[in-house]
């Protein structure tokens, strides 16, 4: 049964997500890639000129899903609470699923190290601090709290203090209560911000 194009390359991109999870980063062929959505090469690359285009349409799509951590964010209780909200739902992503981050880091690194030929290292950063920062605008907004530090700066040292976070924890996870001075951090962060 011949399968639409459109669902095809719904079908290729998941698989792309889900190599890279589960095997890195290098292992994205366009051959991996037809094997694991189960799909003829031709196929893949009728939907996708190169691996290029098709790792940009696989972090478009791992862009779309940033709001996780934000959809239950409490508007009502304030700035610090809503950091401190999506810090928790960061780090508890980054426990139940490491190979994930793992995975993002690769791309992020693979598209910088790639940037002549895809674009998409300039938006994966840009991605998340738009997400995180319309949603704690919003909160800030609907609330009293006043951020002596603007809202992209906040977004952007929240980001900082969580990928090293995150390194650090991939690399030895029992090295150290690292959920703690992530949180630790994060604390400082809101302290410095006036919050």
């Given amino acids: 049964m011949r399968v639409p194009a459109v669902e095809r390359k719904s079908q290729l ?11 890195g980063v290098q292992s994205v062929t366009m ?11 031709a196929t893949a690359h009728y939907c996708f000129s190169n691996k290029d285009e098709l790792m940009d349409a696989a972090a478009e799509a791992w862009l779309r899903n940033l709001n996780r951590f934000a959809s239950d964010v409490p508007v009502h209780l304030g700035l610090r609470r809503a950091v401190e909200q ?12 490491p190979a994930s981050l ?6 992020i690194m693979w598209a910088t190290r790639n940037a002549d030929s895809s674009p998409l290292a300039a938006k994966i950063y840009p991605a998340y601090e738009v997400e995180l920062g ?3 605008t919003a909160v800030a907004d609907s ?13 952007r ?3 900082m203090i969580f990928d090293g976070a995150a390194m650090q924890y991939m690399t030895d996870p029992d090295a150290a209560d690292h ?6 951090m994060v604390d400082a962060l809101l302290v410095k911000a006036g919050l």
Wanted: proline share 3%.
């Fill in 13 to 23: 991109i998941a698989a792309t997500v889900e190599l890279m999870r589960r095997e």
């Fill in 31 to 41: 051959r991996a890639i037809a094997k694991e959505a189960n799909a003829p090469l």
């Fill in 86 to 97: 999506v810090a928790e739902g960061y780090w508890r992503s980054l426990e139940e699923e």
């Fill in 102 to 107: 793992l995975a993002e880091i690769e791309l």
């Fill in 134 to 136: 319309t949603m704690l």
């Fill in 143 to 155: 609330s009293d709290d006043r951020c002596v530090m603007s809202i992209p700066d906040l977004v």
């Fill in 157 to 159: 040292c929240f980001l």
């Fill in 179 to 184: 959920r703690g001075l992530f949180l630790l």
